[in-house]
Nanobody, 116 residues
């Protein structure tokens, strides 16, 4: 059974930092691309960062230069380091394991709130 568990969300002031983690089980982690999405209230879920099995990364322009995605295959974990957070980064953040057919397996999400 595939399971993804996110952690690391919380309340942070503008300009602050958070690191999200997503631990996977039930898959051969190193073979999967890992994606981070977010969904703000009243908005559609958007893809913000991806890391391939080859460690190639890509980012939504809105987070480029502030967020860094990384993975540790030995720990079955993908991370999202978020720096210089802004109020518009407030959202529920989800990780997804994506196979070669682009089938997504989702985590439960973790809330990130950026507010003074």
């Amino acid at each position: 059974q595939v399971q993804l568990v996110e952690s690391g969300g919380g309340l942070v002031q503008p300009g602050g930092s958070l690191r999200l983690s997503c631990v996977a089980s039930g898959i051969i982690f190193s073979r999967y691309a890992m994606y981070w999405y977010r969904q703000a209230p009243g908005k559609q879920r958007e893809l913000i960062a991806t890391i391939a099995s080859t460690d190639n990364t890509d980012y939504l322009d809105a987070v480029k230069g502030r967020f860094t995605i990384s993975r540790d295959n030995a720990k079955n974990t993908v991370y999202l380091q978020m720096n210089n957070l802004k109020s518009e980064d407030t959202a529920v953040y989800y990780c997804a394991a994506v196979n070669m057919n682009s089938v997504h397996t989702w985590g439960q999400g973790t809330q990130v709130t950026v507010s003074a």
